[in-house]
């Protein structure tokens, strides 16, 4: 079983930044590709990032050159930097991590454990 819990959220002014964490226990997740995805309110969950297990990065086409994610494999945590913060990116932001290989992907039914999420909200 795998536990996953996000910090870092919180309330900024729109052009701030935010660092989430997601820190894994149960297993080691060096081989697992690890996703970030967010919901706000009265929409469905979308994808964000993710990361593969060997490193290499993707991201939300309206994401990209604001947010970055990055994984320490020895702390079993991923992060996701956001800069340039705004308003509608507000969303509560879960962590998930898909324990089967294959292709990259951004379906949020292909990730196997979800963290509790942590709530960001942007002010204008």
């Known amino acids: 079983q795998v536990q996953l819990v996000e910090s870092g959220g919180g309330l900024v002014q729109a052009g701030g930044s935010l660092r989430l964490s997601c820190a894994a226990s149960?297993?080691?997740?060096?081989?697992?590709?690890m996703a970030w995805f967010r919901q706000a309110p009265g929409k469905e969950r979308e994808f964000v990032a993710v990361?593969?297990?060997?490193?290499?990065?993707s991201y939300a086409d309206s994401l990209k050159g604001r947010f970055t994610i990055s994984r320490d494999n020895a702390k079993n945590t991923v992060y996701l930097q956001m800069n340039s913060l705004k308003p509608e990116d507000t969303a509560v932001y879960y962590c998930?991590?898909?324990?089967?290989?294959?292709?990259?992907?951004?379906?949020?039914?292909?990730?196997?454990?979800w963290g509790q999420g942590t709530q960001v909200t942007v002010s204008s």
């Open positions: 998930a991590a898909r324990m089967t290989m294959g292709a990259l992907t951004t379906f949020s039914k292909s990730y196997d454990y």
């Open positions: 149960g297993r080691s997740l060096s081989r697992t590709d």
């Open positions: 990361i593969r297990w060997f490193g290499d990065a």
